[in-house]
């Protein structure tokens, strides 16, 4: 945040329903990718209170992994609600049609120190927390095994903070194009050691959450680092970069002190040797983008109307990248959605729907570009509580906004 499904087809037809939500009509369309961020790996007030999310200790019904979870609420029924006994799948996350999980997780939780090699063999003996490192593998393998897709996303705000916790906490170090080389290097392969197919096209690697007290073309050259230390171990995988001040929607282009991104990220296409990356936007529908206020404003008839979305597609497609909106969200209870807040959420994603892509399940890599990919809605999490909504399944912000624009099959 700022200042804080089984993937069985992505032959996504484009589908048009008509939803109603608290006196809310529109369109509804659906995308290739549709899912969750799950929210735990990057919380805590360090990477040994993590453990207790990344372990499942504090759950009871014998669940072992983030993919229980997201598969088998029966299995987890504290992490999805309160489910009865015999819950269907369909009351999973996956059940209900989700295809794409972003799991956030720390790089200053993976490593106790900034790794000044991509080899392990030259890392030193207290370089790498394995205590926490060997969970987040497991995990990232399990929800790999559901046929999902899985966004890697370095939750650090392209800084080294190690005791930051949820949400960012206070300002760190911001690392260099050096130190974020060695981070991603260094990271691909203790995670390929721990048995993850980190070379499997349904895992993506989003270089940072959320750059911020920095330029956009500071933001730019961090990712094309990270970017190309990636690509350097031989990896294919689809990349998700972000830009500077949070990577909001909202303000891809205007200049908020640190220059605008959209001038910044013209070129990033042409950074990436296998032209396979796409620009990750972020936007909350509170006053202040944050996510953190407690009410909706009218976002879609001033900021975020047709017009912005007419500009945005002409940018996406002169530059041929593709954008995911892999966090956003209202504030307010899973189960009480305002009217403002369903049509802020329903008319962005509509606006988007007319300029996106059918997807096969093949290389997973870019069309001709310049298309919207979906979204991941922001959150399940046994840690951020009454404060954007806790998604569950079933709950009426899931039934009657998100699930809507689900993939079909």
Partial sequence: MSLYRKLSCFCAASL??????????????????????????????????????????????NAKNLSDCFNNPTQCTNYFGNFPAGTSKNDSFSGIGMNIVRLPFRWDYVFNQIPTSTKINELGTD???????????????????????????????????????AGG????????????????????????????DTANNHLWFEISNEP???SASSAYNLDVAGLKSIRSQGLKNKIIVEG???????????????????????????????????????????????????NCVDTTSSVLDQSFFNKLDDWMKENKIDVILDEFGVPGDKDQVSDVCAKDVNSVLNYMHENTVSYSDKLLTNSS???????TVWNYSPVYKNQIEDLTPGSKAIDDIYKKHLPTV
């Fill in 369 to 375: 570009g310049g298309h919207f990919l979906g979204w």
């Fill in 244 to 294: 500077t001040y949070y990577s909001g929607m909202w303000s891809w282009f205007k200049d908020e002190g640190q220059g605008v991104n959209s001038d910044a990220f013209k070129g990033l296409l042409a950074a990436d040797k296998e032209k396979n990356v796409a620009v990750a936007m972020h936007q909350y529908f509170d006053s202040d983008y944050s996510g953190t206020q407690a």
């Fill in 16 to 61: 048009t329903l008509t939803l109603s939500v608290t006196g809310f009509s529109a369109t509804v369309n659906t995308f290739p990718f549709g899912g969750i961020n799950i929210s735990a790996a990057e919380t805590g007030s360090g990477a040994q209170s993590t453990l207790q999310y990344l372990n499942r200790i504090d759950y009871p019904n």
């Fill in 212 to 214: 911020n007290h920095m």
């Fill in 127 to 165: 370089t790498v927390n394995s205590n926490y490192l060997k969970p987040l593998a497991k995990n990232i393998s399990n929800l790999l095994n559901t046929g999902a897709i899985v966004i890697l996303d370095a939750h650090d705000y392209m800084q080294w903070n190690p005791n930051a916790g």
């Fill in 169 to 196: 906490g206070s300002f760190g170090k911001i690392v260099t194009e050096d130190e974020i080389s060695h981070i991603w290097g260094a990271l691909v392969n203790e995670l390929k050691a721990q048995g993850v």
